[in-house]
């Protein structure tokens, strides 16, 4: 007589088995990081429309895919479904936290105005605070470079009624930029220009990291053009300045209010635009 140690019954012990887990919903919000398993794809979401969803890499390649299971999520199994749509609830607030008048509209400009750097320190600071400016009447200007500040200055003519609040990139001690704002800062137009910048070489550091999938920006080599150097470690195109731009606008995507920058930029802008709606006279 054969001793079997499985059992002849398969079915014997069919009741003690575990149960099978169904996977938890769970809401496809913006930046959530998920992999299809499938294709081994692992990306954030970037946008839900209708059933699909689509995610983006490190490297910003996208891909759809459809809403339901087949994803992991921090390596357990989950049902993507499309996020909720809520109620507006509370005090309605601008992309800067500003509280949102009802129905406002924009005022005439004031003679004030406020300077930037370039192009994209303009775009980021019109995504976040541009319903404040429009409600305040302050218009923004880049100025394609921190050198061209003096010209600039002596075509606006400022005065104690008719303030500049310049935002500059790289303002640290010992740095050109900072013996520019010291120059401007002390000499005629001292009381009507405000100068003020935060510590990063360029204005693409002020979006928090975490906001691209990262833990830290990368660090490039000073013989590197900076946004170059980026756009080379995280692996996009960088052959010409449409790339560059490019690159931006996939960053500046990732930007939805001011809680996805740092506070040495947000207090900077709070403190200029503070500074030119508060001239006297300066409507």
């Not at 919903?25 to 992999?35: N, Q």
């Not at 600039?152 to 104690?160: H, I, K, Q, V």
Request: charged share 30%; proline share 5%.
């Amino acid at each position: 007589m054969t001793f079997d140690r499985y059992g002849s019954d398969v079915l014997a012990d069919f009741s003690r088995r575990p149960v099978r887990q169904a996977a938890p919903k769970l809401e496809a919000t913006l930046d959530l990081v998920v992999e299809d398993i499938g294709t081994d794809f692992c990306g954030s979401v970037t946008a839900v429309d209708g059933k699909l969803v689509q995610l983006e890499d490190r490297h910003g390649k996208r891909r759809t895919f459809p809403l339901g299971g087949g994803f992991l999520f921090e390596g357990s199994p989950v049902i993507l479904v499309a996020p909720a749509k809520k109620a507006p609830t509370g005090t309605a607030r601008t992309a800067s936290g500003s509280v949102k008048a009802p129905d406002a509209r924009a005022r005439v400009a004031r003679a004030s105005r406020i300077f930037v750097e370039g192009r994209h320190d303009a775009e980021l600071v019109e995504k976040v605070w541009g319903d404040d400016l429009r409600a305040e009447g302050v218009v923004v200007e880049y100025l394609e470079g921190v050198d061209h500040l003096d010209e600039a200055l002596r075509d606006f003519a400022p005065t104690t009624e008719r303030r500049v609040g310049v935002l500059v990139d790289h303002l640290v001690q010992g740095s050109k930029e900072s013996r520019i704002a010291d120059q401007v800062m002390t000499g005629k137009y001292s009381g009507a220009v405000l100068i003020v910048g935060h510590p990063y070489i360029d204005v693409w550091q002020s979006v928090k990291p975490e906001r691209l999938g990262i833990t830290a920006w990368p660090t490039v080599p000073r013989s590197i053009e900076w946004k170059h150097g980026i756009c080379e470690a995280f692996g996009w195109p960088h052959d010409d300045q449409a790339d560059i731009a490019a690159a931006w606008q996939r960053i500046l995507g990732r930007v939805r209010s001011y809680t996805d920058l740092e506070p040495e930029l947000l207090g900077r802008v709070e403190q200029l635009i503070d500074f030119v709606t508060s001239a006297p006279g300066g409507e």
